[in-house]
């Protein structure tokens, strides 16, 4: 089966630093997204990787091991704007765009 | 350039009525997908579509529902004999023809609440 799984809350502190962790099993793949999503609203784009390594962007980075199967997506400098879900989501390989998405990781930012 | 747009914004149907969900995808995006999302959960994957094809429905209950996404005008997602358990945020996105590594762009969802 394909399956993804991510922790479901995690809290920090404001300013601090934060990592969620994303790990796959999926029967091919074509790529790793990170969403963001804040209550009531739709999910924004963050990161995209398919290369084993680390793509930053700014106070975000994201992390992917294919080998592992696993990602991970870094949050600095925590401000309270960035309490949000956070969702992993991975592509299968061939032509079907179809994502699979884990559940999201709820990020509580606190001062 | 626009983005995702979807209408209407909420939407309140009894049960046993039909709802129907319009999206229409960002100028020059040719992949429209469907997601279904209830409070406190992760978004579930419905259908996938390109202009006049269904390309992946395995998301999407055999009864009651249906997709489609015409030559031309927004996609279409449509829940007959609507029940409680179909209440619940539905997504639209939508994706450039070319490369696999594009993202998806989601629109603001539609709110359905059956009563």
């Known amino acids: 089966g394909q399956n993804i799984d991510q922790p479901t809350e995690m809290t920090a502190t404001e300013g601090a630093i934060v990592q969620i962790n994303c790990t796959y099993q999926?029967?091919?793949?074509?790529?790793l997204f990170w969403y963001q999503q804040h209550a009531g609203e739709a999910p924004t784009f963050l990161s995209y990787?398919?290369l084993d390594g680390l793509e930053e962007k700014g106070r975000f980075s994201s992390f992917l091991s294919r080998s592992k199967g696993y990602s991970y997506l870094l949050l600095k400098e925590l401000q309270m704007k960035d309490s949000a879900s956070y969702l992993c989501?991975?592509?299968?390989?061939?032509?079907?765009?179809?994502?699979?998405w884990g559940l999201g990781t709820s990020l509580a930012v606190n001062p | 350039n626009a983005g995702v747009m979807q209408n209407p914004r909420h939407l309140v149907r009894r049960r046993g009525q039909e709802a129907r969900l319009r999206c229409s995808p960002m100028?020059?995006?040719?992949?429209v997908y469907w997601y279904r999302q209830l409070p406190e959960e992760g978004l579930k994957f419905m259908v996938y579509?390109?202009?006049?094809?269904?390309?992946?429905e395995s998301g999407m209950p055999k009864e009651r529902f249906s997709a489609e996404f015409p030559k031309e005008g927004p996609s279409i997602l449509r829940i007959q004999q609507v029940v409680r358990g179909d209440s619940a945020a539905y997504f639209c996105?939508?994706?450039?023809?070319?490369?696999?590594?594009?993202?998806?762009?989601f629109g603001p969802g539609t709110r359905l609440t059956v009563t």
């Open positions: 996105a939508s994706s450039p023809r070319e490369g696999l590594a594009d993202e998806q762009y």
């Open positions: 579509l390109q202009k006049e094809n269904i390309i992946d």
């Open positions: 989501a991975v592509r299968n390989a061939g032509n079907n765009r179809k994502l699979i």
């Open positions: 990787n398919v």
């Open positions: 100028k020059g995006h040719s992949h």
């Open positions: 999926t029967s091919g793949f074509n790529g």
